[in-house]
């Protein structure tokens, strides 16, 4: 089977991975003294011991077992841009709150700006640090904490503060009455932010750039965005997707497989089409690798972007050829979590795409997520058992099939010592969240379907559906009961009333079971597959 063979077929709602999310302890950036102007507030960086959700070490050759050589030079994570969501799936009318790299953040629009944009705050209001995103914007556009009232503007400076008599002392102007502002920008359709709140950092977009791909904001091409939080830790997330060789075996009946001839001396087949897959890593570097192979390469942007490219995009004529592309964000939550932003542009069959609603999209690339979820979470609990150094000695890895793995193993040893820079401090030693029962694992409503605007909305109406389906069986048996001497004289009028209350019952019972499948629980069984 060809790796990227996934990238031919026009609906490719699907990726060989699994995601999570969750919440770490509250970011409590150091304010700096001075005027209210100030209000860009600095966070003193964090060095030391940071964990990986799952330790890993990788070798240069799967056969040898080595471990790679130290190379110079340390990858640095808080000077690196990191995406919050796809901005069709933020309400400008609320604030949203995300955790990445261990920071809890909030995002939210503000309307009061040129033309309005999208800012991005720590989630902690500097009066009793409670979460601004659990607040609103107010009449007046600014960002508004509900616990007491406080509001701030663009900038981070608070501009009203209910309690403080009028005519008393400007307290609201004190810097320490700011909130900690983030450098964001919406690029490709998604809203990115850099961790870090120094004033020197107010600019970095001139200086550095988050990963840009045009295809994304191609008008020729139809991009569906999709965004997932699952209990998996970053690097077991990123190795999961850096394997097309688990593609026929975790997600059978849910992708194609092809049968790929070109294995001399190969007697035995089996019904997944599982065959050898010949890979060339190039560029390997501390900004990532390419990995080149037959039916296109894979790009690795370190820390989070992936994309996937088939291997032309141009007929030798000149005219465009049908292309697909598979990009990817993988961001680190905290321990053990990690979110996946996910992009299907395409170029070919774009009438047929706009007609198919996004949450239906997303239904099928959570089944296929699912598929990985409880595999990869079990292998990250076996991981972190033999040690975050041992990962070339725990697991043998001997054909080229593994070579992105191995190579991204060896690109976290290397450069981050098998263990991701969080932003904020974190549990020392090999420690995971206990592990979640299968129904929290394979969970969709509050990992999925409460941040995506389509699914929330699709859920909000099948709902309301249900409800009437429901409503006009009772109903039409009422009227059943009351016209039946009357209106309903004969068999076939009282059986054809009969028949469709039935059906409006049944209806409802089945939209039931559809939603409960496709918005908050589908346990996924390999076994039946």
Not at 142 to 161: P, S, T
Not at 189 to 218: C, G, H, I, N, S
Not at 369 to 378: E, G, M, R
Request: hydrophobic share 40%; net charge positive; charged share 20%.
């Amino acid at each position: 089977m060809e790796p990227l063979s996934l990238l031919q077929v026009p609906r490719v709602s699907s990726l060989p991975v699994s995601t999570a999310a969750a919440a770490s302890s509250l970011n409590l950036p150091r304010r700096p003294l001075g005027s209210r102007s100030a209000c860009f507030v600095p966070r003193r960086r964090r060095h030391g011991a940071r964990l990986s959700s799952a330790a890993a070490a990788a070798t240069e050759t799967p056969r040898t077992g080595d471990a790679p050589p130290g190379e110079k030079g340390a990858f640095d994570w808080l000077d690196q841009w990191y995406p919050i969501a796809p901005v069709c799936d933020l309400d400008p009318g609320a604030p949203h709150g995300k955790t990445v790299l261990g920071l809890r953040v909030v995002a939210w629009y503000d309307r009061a700006a040129a033309g309005g944009e999208w800012r991005v705050f720590a989630d902690a209001c500097p009066h009793r640090l409670a979460p601004l995103s659990e607040g609103r914007i107010d009449g007046k556009g600014r960002l508004q904490c509900v616990y007491h009232g406080w509001c701030f503007d663009g900038a981070g400076a608070c501009e009203f503060i209910p309690q403080a008599p009028a005519l008393g002392p400007p307290v609201h102007k004190n810097s320490r009455a700011c909130v900690a502002s983030y450098p964001c920008v919406v690029q490709n359709q998604v809203l990115w932010f850099y961790p870090r709140t120094e004033p020197e950092y107010k600019d970095v977009l001139q200086r550095k750039k988050p990963p840009y791909m045009a295809e994304l904001d191609d008008p020729s091409y139809f991009t569906v965005f999709g965004m997932r939080d699952l209990l998996l830790g970053y690097d077991v997330l990123v190795e999961n997707l850096f394997d097309p060789a688990h593609v026929p075996y975790a997600h059978k009946g849910l992708l194609p497989s092809f049968r790929d001839e070109e294995d001399p001396g190969r007697v035995e087949q089996d019904q997944e089409c599982g065959d050898p897959i010949t890979m060339k890593i190039d560029q390997a570097n501390i900004d990532g690798f390419l990995s080149t192979m037959k039916g296109g390469s894979i790009r690795f942007v370190a820390p989070c972007t992936f994309h996937g490219t088939p291997p032309t995009k141009v007929y030798a004529e000149g005219k465009a050829a049908a292309w697909f592309m598979l990009v990817a964000f993988c961001i680190p939550v905290a321990p053990g979590r990690s979110r996946l932003i996910w992009a299907f542009p395409r170029n070919a069959g774009v009438w047929l795409h706009k007609i198919i609603p996004r949450w239906f999209s997303h239904s099928i690339t959570n089944r296929v997520l699912d598929s990985d979820i409880c595999l990869v979470h079990f292998e990250e609990i076996n991981s972190i058992a033999m040690g975050v150094d041992n990962w070339h000695k725990a697991c043998y890895v001997p054909t080229s099939s593994d070579g992105m793995v191995v190579a991204f193993r060896n690109w976290f040893t290397k450069y981050c010592k098998h263990q991701v820079g969080w932003g904020t401090p974190q549990p020392q030693g090999d420690q995971l969240p206990p592990s979640p029962t299968r129904d929290k694992l394979l969970e969709r409503y509050w990992s999925h379907v409460v941040q995506c605007t389509s699914c929330s909305a699709a859920l909000k109406a099948m709902k309301a559906l249900e409800v009437a389906l429901q409503v006009m069986s009772i109903a039409i048996v009422g009227f059943l009961t009351v016209a039946r001497d009357m209106l309903l004289t004969s068999t076939v009028q009282r059986t054809a009333v009969i028949s469709v209350a039935v059906l409006c019952f049944v209806a409802s019972r089945w939209l039931s079971t559809y939603i409960e499948k496709n918005f908050y629980f589908q346990d996924y069984v390999h076994s039946y597959k």
